[in-house]
């Protein structure tokens, strides 16, 4: 017999105040926009995704016209697509109510014609990357039964490539000799190797691997035909950096920038720079770097996040930027260095929020960095706090505007963001220093960060709320269970909750992805999964805890996760439950306020503030 676990509560409005409620949700509704993306050949062809609608969607845009036009039109939204390098080609992913399995399609740019299938022959799965040229198209699908790369051109599709084992397709050369795939054969999907093939047979041309525990991302060729140069990211020095390999010479070029943290690039048109994207410390900003003199020249972006950047044919720079305190535009940077407002989306921007401090807090593996926000009229006492911890787990929280962030602090809290182990831009070390230990490595820097809140008398430590989504969710439930004095409630978004359930159940890229991280599979290393598996500590759950699901969720399954709360039912723990029609998250502006309101709600009265 199913269990009926008692539902998320929903309210009306969160605040009495009515332009504190409209400002909460006007965050929410406001129009904003990716960096538009060009076809290489065509660059007055651009598509970009937005919200505009109430719903993430594809949009396309012709500079030559000024036209813009939406693309795409389905239920719960659409956020992968790219266009072809002519221009004349929109291709975008087609799955069921965001469950990520499906396939490419495509329409033309113009308008007027349906989505059809991209590529002939090509069966549905799991995206593996995808590479469209004028001559040749190569396409990546996972499923259960591992990679398969595709190839079309001439009127006909080939299977060049097939493994057991996580692998996809990287990039293409711009005269589409030479194609560059990431596998990983020698088993750690993490720490994935490259392997360049020509196409004309699909024979290798060259591969490279930096041994166990380096991974080597491919990032594009040169976009000059002809020339053999692949742009790379290392981490042979302990952190992600870049190289410039001759794939066909076998030469390399280590690029040594002095900038502390991490980066990431881009070629510029005529392939005598890079743009090159800075990570520290939860900021990001952009360089010049010019191969020829070896010259590294800031572009002066402000301070923030930078979304999404690229440099246009004319050398000039568009890119994406925000910060916690303002939301975010779309900037143009002439080569004279005149920098403008690039694109507004329609209707109202959204009201700003408050800047984030800085927490640099001594854990048990080293400094950890946090990200803290006060309310704006806050007193000086210690105030309820929310610990929210970010997904991935490779990722970071960034001085970037959120609403989400943003309505915790209208509604009262302190907002900690930590950047635990296992994030990005601190470092190789930093990053898998959870391998073998997933989870309860995480949770001591938070629990090194919480004791620094509450000592500094920022956090009252009777009111401390932790939640999070994704790998954020799978903490959360973690923390509840093995840290049960620390927290006075948990707000779980479509977490891991039961590992084995969720190993059995997941899409296979991440089932290579927890073989690496765990050192095997659970039936290799069933101590482990038991360990750091919430499920395990389920008896120990003395909180309230809100958890939040979606039926068609690849990541985070939902059965894994009522096993959690058919256990969490049989005990006197207070408990909700949102369940919701859709996959890893929502596309959907309306559901995701819904999901807000309902987490915070929840938030205040676990804490008896409402």
């Known amino acids: 017999m199913t269990t009926q676990h008692p539902p998320a509560v929903i309210p009306d409005r969160l605040f009495d105040d009515a332009h504190a409620e409209a400002r909460w949700r006007a965050r929410f509704h406001a129009p904003r926009m990716s960096v538009p993306d060009w076809a290489l050949d065509a660059p007055d062809a651009n598509i970009y995704v937005s919200n505009a609608s109430g719903v993430w969607e594809v949009y396309a845009w012709d500079r030559a016209t000024g036209e813009h036009r939406q693309v795409t039109d389905r239920p719960n939204g659409t956020l992968h697509a790219t266009t072809s390098r002519d221009g004349a080609w929109i291709w975008w992913f087609n799955d069921t109510d965001g469950d990520e399995f499906g396939s490419w399609v495509r329409q033309p740019f113009a308008g007027g014609g349906a989505a059809a299938p991209g590529v002939p022959g090509v069966h549905d799965g799991y995206p593996a990357g995808l590479e469209i040229g004028h001559r040749l198209v190569a396409v990546g699908v996972s499923t259960d039964d591992g990679s ?28 589409e000799r030479l194609l560059a795939i990431s596998h990983s054969e020698h088993g750690d999907s993490r720490h994935p190797a ?11 041309v060259a591969d490279k691997w930096d041994g166990e525990g380096k991974g080597l991302t491919p990032l594009e060729f040169s976009p000059i035909a002809g020339d053999p140069r692949l742009l790379l990211l290392h981490e042979r020095r302990g952190r992600e950096e870049l190289l410039v390999w001759d794939v066909e010479n076998d030469t390399e070029t280590e690029l040594r920038l002095d900038l502390p943290g991490e980066v990431s690039a881009g070629w510029y048109p005529k392939a005598d720079a890079l743009l090159v994207v800075h990570f520290h410390e939860g900021r990001s900003s952009l360089y010049r770097y010019d191969l ?24 000039a720079v568009e890119y994406s930027w925000s910060s916690a305190a303002e939301p975010p535009l779309i900037r143009a940077r002439a080569t004279d260095g005149t920098d403008t407002v690039l694109l507004t989306p329609p209707g109202e921007r959204a009201p700003r929020s408050v800047p984030v401090t800085d927490a640099f807090v001594e854990g048990t593996g080293g400094r950890v960095h946090a990200l803290v926000a006060r309310p704006e009229d806050a007193g000086d006492g210690p105030l309820p706090t929310v610990f929210t911890l970010h997904g991935g787990p490779h990722s970071a929280d960034e001085d970037y505007f959120s609403a989400y962030r943003a309505v915790w602090l209208d509604a009262g809290f302190a907002v900690v963001e930590v950047n635990y182990r296992g994030s990005t831009g601190y470092g190789s070390a930093w990053r898998d220093a959870i391998e ?15 004791g620094w809140a509450v000592e500094s008398g920022l956090a009252d430590p009777a009111r401390c709320v932790v939640a999070g989504a994704s790998w954020g969710g799978y903490l959360t439930l973690l923390a509840i269970g093995t840290q049960p004095d620390r927290w006075a409630a948990g707000v779980a978004g479509v977490p891991v909750a039961d590992y084995v359930a969720a190993y059995e159940d997941e899409m296979e890229q991440l089932r290579s992805f927890d073989r690496a991280l765990f050192g095997g599979s659970p039936e290799t290393v069933p101590a482990v999964y038991k360990e750091c598996s919430p499920i395990t500590y389920v008896d120990a759950v003395k909180v309230p805890v809100l958890v939040l699901a979606g039926d068609n969720d690849p990541r985070c399954p939902i059965r894994q996760i009522e096993n959690y709360l058919d256990r969490l039912a049989a005990r006197d723990v207070p408990y909700e439950f949102y369940r919701y029609d859709a996959g890893h998250g929502s596309l959907v502006i309306a559901e995701t306020i819904r999901q807000t309101a309902a987490e915070v709600y929840f938030a205040q009265r676990a804490l008896h503030l409402r």
């Open 292 to 315: 020829a003199t070896a010259d590294l020249s800031s572009l002066d972006t402000p301070k923030g996040r930078i979304g999404g950047a690229g440099a246009r044919p004319d050398g």
């Open 436 to 450: 073998g230990r997933p989870g309860l490595t995480e949770l001591e820097d938070v629990a090194a960060v919480h």
């Open 194 to 204: 490259v392997r360049i093939l020509a196409t004309g047979g699909f024979g290798t």
């Open 148 to 175: 398969e790369l595709f190839a079309h051109a001439d009127g006909e599709t080939k299977r060049f490539y097939a493994s057991k084992d996580d692998a996809g397709i990287a990039a293409l050369s711009r005269d």
